[in-house]
């Protein structure tokens, strides 16, 4: 029941970096340095008017608040799964049965391609990013996300870019080259229409939205931790995200860049990717996997993440082995970054860099093992709360375990020759995008769902809706593996009756239909708890982290006081034997910073988390939502060739920046003498 650190105790008064008072943050010299916020009080109410958004539209379109933020990604998320789940539903009725025409080869490639864009870039990502935004500052002991207006407009952008990519669907000109789109087979030669234009647009703009929430993911870690929350203090959820931003940094420009090039080699008559002209097919793969199998774990990551904190919190102990857990986190997505060339073993590349690759995708394997090893004692050293949460993430522990040992098999160059573009690929993929992603999604639900609401989700369906999702999965998705096996090629719309494939595709496509039916009554039990499911309380589940020491759903300002922490799991401080940790130096929740001049958050120390600096926040704003509109008009007039209006559009995004930038009479007058602003 151990959970030992190396960190010293934190100090019995909040830390202050004097050196920079007198001119970087003079708030704090001025400032009492603790006190106490009654419920109901003149304090309290104070803080209520400052950060409260105000009701309406007008309120609906201007809020930064990072929980509204943080709501709308999670719903939007979902709404693309369902749509991503229909398209899948229709592809598996023309696939259970041999010689079906229920969709012509043009329709299928339009579906199956928008059912990749739409899983891999507008649901997995998206979703993880929701849980992120709203818990994030929570969990840090911070009043918002370090740019609360970056972080509204990376939503927008989110949005309109999933609106643009699904603009040509109904006129049947959507994207049709596959998720991939592989070039020369999306170049103009093979797809005259808007189609592929608009996938490539749509994904620098996806990229974008994409960019500013992982600078702001990062800032806010540096910068807006609660004092005391040094880096060993931090939930893996933090750590998840964290690497998963950091890498994002990294590998969305290259993908930005691969259909940037394409978009010009297809309208401005570049040939970065045209052989006859001296360019080169094989740079798109390049481009491209350097992207994806990075964002492979991004989408992966951070739903590690919320296994690692939430699912100790029904085995009513600590993570076994904590640091071990989040040093496997950042190591997965440096390895990750050096594994591309797997995805191209059958395109000809030279033996010694097959070796090299080959033997670095079986080397990712021992970050991930780590992990698993440390659920698992979890699980076996403590004391298991049958509840639903439990059941979803010990269901991803099984799932994580086959999708990841499926993919080290085809890190053997000789066995991924054989299977290449099979349906075994797709078996490995879904086990590794779907089970790893949504099973930790849905628990999390159940798990932060009276944190969202006040109210409990229903027990008994919550167990039968896990039930059904779990069998229906394995029952979907197993039998691609043996497909494959079969030879069966992916990317195919039909076949004939005698390859032998009858039988797997049609249980593939029945355990497709008992999966929607699992997804169905999970949404009948969160739509019914909304409104009438159980109060919760502040902490129904006993949970050890900050999140949970407020009311639920929580007020505005998140903290009434910045608390000051001196342990990993403040909420449990006196059950576990972190050492330094005694009645004189336990976490202080109820008494630190009091922040009520303004929107106001405290910045501290980026390693230690000292208290350093009294950051303005902005106040709630359009500028972000029409920024994205404009950019989204920027991005439709490139694809349709209108660019009079891209240039007119580009001067509404000049303009919504300079509302965007325009100081805060209010603030200024409030407080004359701070001059650090978060209101990036």
Not at 197 to 216: E, F, K, P, Q, R
């Amino acid at each position: 029941m151990s959970d030992r650190t190396a960190s010293a105790s934190s100090p019995q008064e909040p830390q202050r970096d004097t050196r920079n008072e007198s001119a970087a943050s003079p708030s704090l010299a001025r400032r009492p340095q603790t006190g106490r916020v009654l419920a109901g009080s003149a304090e309290e109410k104070r803080l209520h008017e400052i950060w409260e958004t105000p009701p309406g539209w007008r309120g609906w379109l201007s809020s930064v608040d990072h929980k509204t933020i943080g709501l709308r990604y999670l719903v939007t998320a979902f709404v693309f799964l369902l749509m991503g789940g229909v398209e899948a539903l229709i592809m598996r009725i023309q696939l259970a049965r041999p010689n079906a025409t229920i969709l012509t080869p043009e329709q299928y490639n339009q579906l199956f391609t928008m059912h990749g864009v739409t899983m891999i870039f507008l649901y997995a990502l998206p979703v993880l990013s929701g849980f992120s935004n709203y818990l994030w500052p929570l969990i840090l002991g911070a009043r918002d996300m370090a740019f609360p207006r970056l972080n509204a407009l990376s939503y927008w952008v989110f949005l309109f870019a999933g609106i643009f990519l699904y603009a040509s669907f109904p006129t049947g000109q959507a994207p049709d080259a596959g998720w991939f789109n592989y070039a020369p087979l999306s170049g103009l030669e093979y797809s005259t229409g808007p189609n592929i234009d608009v996938y490539a647009l749509g994904m620098v703009l996806l990229g974008i939205s994409t960019t500013v929430g992982s600078m702001n993911f990062v800032v806010t870690l540096l910068r807006m931790r609660a004092p005391g929350m040094s880096l060993d203090r931090m939930p893996v959820l933090v750590w998840g995200t964290l690497t998963a931003s950091g890498g994002n940094l990294l590998a969305v420009p290259s993908v930005s860049l691969a259909f940037l090039l394409l978009w010009m080699d297809r309208r401005i008559g570049t040939h970065f990717f045209d052989v006859l002209n001296g360019g080169r097919p094989l740079l798109w793969q390049h481009l491209f996997w350097i992207f994806a199998h990075p964002w492979v774990y991004a989408v992966v990551l951070p739903a590690m993440g919320i296994v690692s904190d939430a699912l100790p919190v029904f085995c009513r102990r600590p993570l076994v082995g904590y640091g071990p857990v989040a040093l496997s986190t950042v190591a997965t997505m440096v390895i990750g970054f050096v594994v591309w060339i797997h995805h191209m073993f059958a395109t000809g590349i030279p033996a010694l860099a097959l070796s090299f690759f080959g033997a670095a995708s079986m080397v990712i394997a021992i970050p991930s093992a780590v992990a698993t090893f440390a659920w698992i004692a979890t699980i076996w050293t403590g004391r298991p709360v049958f509840r639903v949460p439990f059941f979803y993430f010990a269901g991803f522990v099984l799932l994580f375990v086959i999708g990841g040992v499926s993919g080290v098999m085809t890190a053997a160059v000789p066995f991924d020759w054989q299977l290449t573009d099979t349906y075994f690929v797709v078996a490995h993929l879904h086990y590794v995008l779907l089970g790893i992603n949504v099973f930790p999604v849905i628990g999390g639900i159940y798990f932060w769902f009276p944190k969202f609401t006040g109210r409990m989700m229903n027990e008994r369906l919550g167990k039968i809706g896990f039930w059904v999702l779990f069998v229906g999965f394995n029952v979907a998705f197993f039998p691609m593996h043996i497909a494959g096996l079969l030879g069966m090629p992916r990317r195919i719309y039909t076949y004939p009756a005698d390859m032998g494939w009858n039988t797997v595709n049609l249980v593939t496509s029945l355990g497709s239909f008992l999966f929607a039916v699992g997804v169905l009554i999970f949404l009948v039990d969160l739509l019914v708890s909304l409104k009438n499911g159980q109060p919760a309380g502040n902490n129904p589940w006993d949970a050890p982290t900050l999140e949970w020491s407020t009311s639920s759903p929580p007020p505005p300002y998140n903290f009434a006081v910045v608390p000051t922490l001196a342990s990993r799991h403040p909420l449990w401080e006196g059950r576990t034997d972190e050492p330094g940790v005694s009645i004189q130096t336990r976490s202080r929740l109820d008494e630190g910073y009091m922040l009520a001049n303004g929107r106001e958050a405290l910045g501290t120390t980026a390693l230690e988390a000292l208290p350093d600096v009294i950051l303005k926040m902005p106040g709630d704003s359009y500028a972000p939502f029409w920024l994205a509109v404009f950019a989204t008009l920027v991005f439709a007039g490139l694809a349709v060739g209108a660019w009079i209006v891209s240039g007119a559009m580009l001067a509404g995004c000049a303009l919504s920046i300079i509302a965007w930038l325009w100081p805060e009479r209010a603030l200024i007058q409030r407080e004359p003498s701070a001059v650090h602003d978060a209101g990036a």
